[in-house]
């Protein structure tokens, strides 16, 4: 979300030629498949692949290591493919909001002497309220009910490194027949979406009354 909220506020601000391809690549990881965008990551991030032959490249070799196999950087690297997937839908969602802030802000927030930074602060971000509350529901839901990413990517190894809680529903359920466990886990989960939600509901309903 944030960094989705970094790239709108510039693209916002800029006028650069050929934006609408940089929109369109930024938003290119929503259209794809999680599988396809699961094997090509896992290619990535391979002991043989791309990110460490680059790292070897600059010299960098020594920080070269099984990303997806090591139990400290496998969730970590897991996280930073779904960040990869979902900056793109946060970003076109922050752009639709910022278009529909009134210019008039804008000028009388720069007419008293308001510099980028505060102009993001007192305009954009109260502007962008009722977008930040949607990419912040559809992130969390996104994040907790995350199976096919990890189940392409790690299976959920090494070990539990990266077992998440829709892939532990399917692990217990499907791998070993603990179907009344994976019941709650998922009732669980559900719950816990469902509170998180309303949660964030209110939070945004209770600060724009």
Known sequence: MAIGLLLAAVMARARVRGMTFFRTVLFLPQVLALIVVGVAWRSILAPDGLLNDALRAVGLGSLARPWLGDYTWALPAVGVVGTWVGTGLCMVLFLAGAQRIPREL????????????????????????????????????????????????????????????????????????????????????????????????????????
């Not at 993001?120 to 971000?125: E, R």
């Open 106 to 209: 804008y000028e009388a927030a720069r007419m008293d002497g308001a510099g980028p930074l505060r102009e993001f602060l007192t305009v954009t971000l109260p502007g962008l309220r009722p977008q930040i509350a949607v990419a912040l529901t559809l992130t969390i839901v996104a994040g907790l009910r995350n199976f096919d990413l990890i189940y392409i990517t790690t299976s959920g190894g090494p070990g539990n490194a990266t077992s998440v809680p829709a892939y532990e529903v399917y692990r217990r359920a499907f791998e070993t027949n603990q179907v009344g466990s994976a019941a709650a886990v998922g009732v669980a989960l559900t719950v816990l979406i469902f509170v998180l939600t309303v949660t964030v509901s209110r939070l945004v309903e209770g600060r724009r009354a």
